[in-house]
């Protein structure tokens, strides 16, 4: 008998996605539970009792916390449709990038709470960071790995999605795909793929979703500055 998986998550966050993503992938059976962030619920306070977030990945009963440890657990785990590369060096080269994406996304959502001087700051720091994506991490190649995809590809999903309707809501403007062609490639690429195709997140929520928290952080703001 399968033993049972279960991943709680929010359907409005990238770390999550990854998590599905990355369990569609391999074919895994799961049961997803939405939670309330405002309002949350003893099992993810039980699961993940020192940073109480999202997502968990509950598999036999045991939890897994922080999406790229959960994204290696599954990998590991379930080694079917394998997204870590065999070649040592390939595989530590991709645990770079997820690392650097990770280390680097603060940046962008630096873009998203701030106003003013800062915020054009944080916007230009942000170029910068896609701009080492494009010609040092991505190139020319179809994915990250090459012509297949990978976890690396799944850290970076956000900026597929997340990555466009953030700038919206923020009104400025981070990725231009003149700038960045072979990302904006990438983003077809990755678009296209049938189990990212399948599970995409809701556009029109997520831009409802991060407008109404950008009111909010801009009216605290500008408060703070009277």
């Given at each position: 008998?399968?033993?049972?998986v279960?991943?709680?998550?929010?359907?409005?966050?990238?770390?999550s996605y990854r998590?599905?993503?990355?369990?569609?992938?391999?074919g895994i059976?799961?049961?997803?539970?939405?939670?309330?962030?405002?309002?949350?619920?003893h099992?993810?306070?039980?699961?993940?009792?020192?940073?109480?977030?999202?997502?968990?990945?509950?598999?036999?009963?045991?939890p897994?916390?922080?999406?790229?440890?959960?994204?290696?657990?599954?990998?590991?785990?379930w080694?079917?449709?394998?997204?870590f590369?065999?070649?040592?060096?390939?595989?530590?080269?991709?645990?770079?990038?997820?690392?650097?994406?990770?280390d680097?996304?603060?940046?962008?959502?630096q873009?998203?709470?701030?106003?003013?001087e800062?915020?054009?700051k944080?916007?230009?720091?942000a170029?910068e960071?896609l701009?080492?994506?494009?010609?040092q991490?991505?190139?020319?190649?179809?994915?990250?790995?090459g012509?297949?995809?990978g976890?690396t590809?799944?850290?970076?999903?956000?900026?597929a999605?997340w990555?466009?309707?953030?700038?919206?809501?923020?009104?400025?403007?981070?990725?231009?795909?003149?700038?960045?062609?072979c990302l904006?490639?990438?983003?077809?690429?990755?678009?296209?793929f049938?189990?990212?195709?399948?599970n995409?997140?809701?556009?029109?929520?997520?831009?409802?979703?991060f407008?109404?928290?950008r009111?909010m952080?801009v009216?605290?703001?500008?408060?703070?500055q009277y």
């Open positions: 008998m399968e033993e049972q279960k991943l709680l998550g929010t359907s409005r966050s990238p770390f998590v599905v993503w990355a369990l569609k992938h391999k059976n799961y049961e997803y539970i939405e939670e309330d962030l405002f309002n949350k619920s099992d993810l306070l039980t699961y993940n009792p020192i940073y109480k977030m999202i997502p968990v990945l509950v598999h036999a009963g045991k897994v916390v922080e999406s790229t440890v959960i994204l290696e657990y599954i990998e590991e785990t080694p079917q449709n394998p997204l590369p065999k070649d040592p060096h390939d595989k530590a080269e991709a645990r770079f990038w997820i690392k650097f994406g990770e680097k996304s603060p940046d962008f959502f873009i998203f709470h701030t106003i003013g800062e915020q054009a944080a916007t230009e720091n170029k960071v701009k080492i994506i494009e010609q991490g991505l190139g020319e190649k179809k994915f990250f790995g012509n297949t995809i976890l590809d799944i850290a970076f999903g956000w900026i999605f990555l466009e309707v953030i700038q919206e809501a923020a009104g400025v403007k981070v990725f231009q795909p003149d700038d960045f062609p904006q490639s990438w983003i077809n690429n990755f678009k296209q049938p189990v990212i195709k399948e995409i997140p809701d556009r029109d929520a997520l831009l409802d979703h407008k109404r928290r009111e952080v009216a605290s703001k500008s408060a703070a």
